[in-house]
Each structure stands twice: as structure tokens, then as C-alpha cells.
């Protein structure tokens, strides 16, 4: 927005307008719209939509290469003029979902799509540079750098973000953000060995349920102290420590704490509101017998060894 434009109330209203829009038909994975509606007013709101600009920018960028293959009969992945996948990478998509369904006991309900994104967009400025993943309305959208293909994070990040697909569909977006992250690294198999001993030596701060889902909004361009990435180390540890536990250890236990969210009627709603249960409390008390503060507690490492040293 020029100098001009921010003077004039109506390019104002003009901006949020455009933005209101482009903002719902990327939601709706229109694509070429959201890019038309949001490019002249990248600017606008002193650039406080740059980020999401960049996101529909690139997604817009693969969209039109109009090149796209369907590897199940609900999965599609669509890539960039410059990026082939190879016919193994398009199998691993399958395959990944498959696992994920597997090991959690989910029957996934709503089409994906996988978007790669030019390798070339791979730089530190982009926002979640390592991929992301969207509710659509009508399917699930995974965004993954294309510079992945060929590599072992490939299946990595395609298990994580997979893993999200299934809790927005099992947790209703109810599931909070630690939970959400334990449950996709748990997919994606994330090691812990060296972040469960900073844990338990103190030399990394063991959060409680609150603070352990603000951490993952901090700065990830800027985080000197790696408040994220312990984040998401505390996540895992508890995801792990869950798995463990129970009349029936395992991963399914996660699935079934994910359905706990969304199997209750009016009336028990608003009795754990006025008890003062958050809808994690009763998600883990139903499955595991514990509410989500007891969880923290126990889950935090002290003597002993961590799952992996147990495994």
C-alpha cells in the first residue's frame, strides 16, 4: 500500500475487503483466486499478511504447472514445472497414509492432496519452510518442499503432517497444539534420547500444558533458545510416555484419546465446563485414567531411562 493509499479510507476498506476474500477461497483451495484477489494488496496492513501472501504465492506457483497425479482414489499430488517426482516418491505418499492409518486405527474420511512446492522456494524467510498442513473444507492439503523428494525426511514430513490430517479429523479441532504435535512426531518417529536427558538433568524447563502450547507460537526465524524446538521435544516425550501406558499399550491408545474429544453429548459437555475440565482432560481421563496436569507431572522425566534406552 502506497503512501497515498494509506490515507485514503476507502483503499483501506478496498485491502481488507480483498483480503477477507482471498483469505476464504484459499480456505476452499481456490488457489488462483486467493493468488487474483490478494497480489495488489500484498502490501497492505503494513505488511502484516506477507507471510500468508508468500503461502499462496507459492501453492499458486505449483497450481498452475498443471501437473498432478492421483496415487489412490482420494489422494492427489500436484508439483512445479521444475520438480518429476519419481514414481517410488508417489508410492511413498500412499504408503505413508497407510502407515499412519495403521498404527493409530484411523479410517481416514476426506480426500488429500499433496502439494510440492519449487526447491528454489526452500529459504529462511518462508513461513513453515519445512511444510505445513490445512483443513480445506472439503479435503485436507499438505504443502512439502520439493527439495525433499529423494530423502529420507521426505517420509518423515509426510508422516507428520499426515498425522495432523488425522487429528483434525478424530479431535474436530479440539485436540490442543502439544497433543497435536505429540501425535504427528509420534508418527514420523521422532527421536527423543538426547532431549529426554536435558529434560531430566533441568538444563531444559519441563512446561505445563499451557505454556507448552504458547511455546509453539514463538518466532521460529528468530528463537535463539530453541523454545520451539523444545516444544516439540516435551510433546513428544509425553506422546511417547502415552503410548507406553494403559490397559492396551501402543499408538492406538493416541487414536482412541483423539476420538475421546468428540464423543461427548451436550449435557456432559457442560458438566466438564462447569467442573472445570478442559476437553484434553476428559479426552486423557477417558482413555487413560489421568487428567492433563497429572499427565505433565508424571510424564516429566526423572531417574531411569528414557522409552528409546527401554526400547
Known amino acids: 500500500m502506497t503512501s497515498r493509499e494509506a490515507d485514503n479510507p476507502q ?10 476474500l482471498a483469505v476464504d477461497a484459499y480456505q476452499r483451495d481456490d488457489i488462483l483466486l486467493a493468488y487474483d484477489l490478494a497480489r495488489p494488496h500484498v502490501g497492505a496492513h503494513g505488511g502484516q499478511m ?32 521444475d520438480l518429476e517426482p519419481d514414481p517410488v516418491d508417489l508410492e511413498q505418499v500412499r504408503e505413508a497414509r497407510e502407515d499412519v492409518a495403521e498404527r493409530f486405527g484411523w479410517q481416514p474420511s476426506a480426500p488429500l492432496t499433496i502439494c510440492l512446492l519449487d526447491p528454489r522456494l526452500d529459504v529462511r524467510w518462508f513461513p513453515y519452510r519445512g511444510g505445513y498442513y490445512t483443513n480445506r473444507g472439503s479435503h485436507h492439503k499438505i504443502v512439502l518442499p520439493g527439495g ?21 479429523e ?15 512426531q509420534m508418527a514420523d518417529r521422532t527421536s527423543t534420547r538426547g532431549a529426554w536427558r536435558r529434560f531430566q538433568s533441568h538444563l531444559w524447563t519441563w512446561l505445563e500444558p499451557r505454556e507448552l502450547d504458547q511455546a509453539f507460537g514463538a518466532n521460529r526465524l528468530d528463537d535463539p533458545g530453541q523454545r ?22 501402543g499408538e492406538r491408545q493416541l487414536g482412541a484419546t483423539l476420538d475421546a474429544f468428540t464423543d461427548n453429548g451436550l449435557w456432559k459437555d457442560l458438566w466438564l465446563r462447569i467442573r472445570g475440565y478442559t476437553a484434553a482432560d476428559e479426552a ?19 531417574g531411569g531411562t528414557s522409552a528409546e534406552d527401554e526400547g
Do not use: K
Not at 525433499?148 to 495432523?164: N, P
Not at 486423557?284 to 496436569?293: H, P, S, W, Y
Open 228 to 249: 520451539v524446538l523444545r516444544a516439540y521435544m516435551q510433546a513428544c516425550l509425553i506422546g511417547q510416555w502415552l503410548a507406553r501406558r494403559g490397559p492396551n499399550p
Open 170 to 184: 478424530r479431535a474436530g479441532g479440539l485436540c490442543p497444539i502439544w497433543m497435536n504435535e505429540a501425535v504427528a
Open 50 to 81: 506477507l507471510n500468508f501472501w508468500h503461502s499462496i504465492e507459492a501453492e499458486w506457483r505449483t497450481r498452475m504447472a498443471l501437473r498432478m497425479a492421483s496415487v489412490a482414489a482420494d489422494i492427489t499430488v500436484e508439483w512445479p514445472a
Open 148 to 168: 525433499l523428494l529423494g530423502y529420507d525426511e521426505f517420509g518423515r514430513a509426510l508422516s507428520h503432517e499426515i498425522a495432523h490430517s488425522m487429528v483434525e
Open 284 to 302: 486423557i481421563r477417558q482413555v487413560f485414567g489421568l487428567g492433563e496436569d497429572e499427565l505433565f507431572r508424571l510424564a516429566q522425566p526423572a
Open 11 to 20: 483503499a483501506i476498506q478496498d485491502s481488507a475487503v480483498a483480503w477477507r
